[in-house]
């Protein structure tokens, strides 16, 4: 993150590193953006979400979607995570970016066990098929972070500002 904003971007705050956490902590589901490797442009599909025990960004995705070849082609991708809808404009919602890389954890790996039932406390209907040898749980290292909190507020948020582990 650089130190002096850049023009339009709040400098970040308590009520920043809040709501920031706030969506991260309520989000069940992102939208991800990747890189399509066919056509090399950009792809957004909606994913279920989650945190692992270590509050990293995860999601549990099958072999057979064309975002989880997209990311193992490319592990750099965006997640969008946006609060409950309201009423009013949809713009004046918070929404949280994350731009991250991907690390698979395949079954056998030493994490997946934890993951799974971690996961699977978090999204119970996941079970019927967690176990699929096609699915595996995807991990993100989150490079950088911007807050929109509504009109007129934005924010660059460090991981600390998320209560995130520095990438690996």
Known sequence: ???????????????????????????????????DPDTAGPMASRIAFGRAPDGLPLSLISDLAAHSRALAADPRCSLLLDGPAGRGDPLNHPRLTLQARAHFVRHGADRHKALLHHYLAQHPKAKLYAGFADFAFVLFDVDRAMLNGGFGKAYHLTHADMGLAQPR
């Open 1 to 35: 993150m650089q130190d002096t904003p850049a023009p339009g971007i709040r400098p970040t705050d308590d009520d920043a590193r809040e709501m920031a956490r706030g969506l991260l902590a309520q989000a069940r589901t992102a939208a991800l953006a990747v890189l």
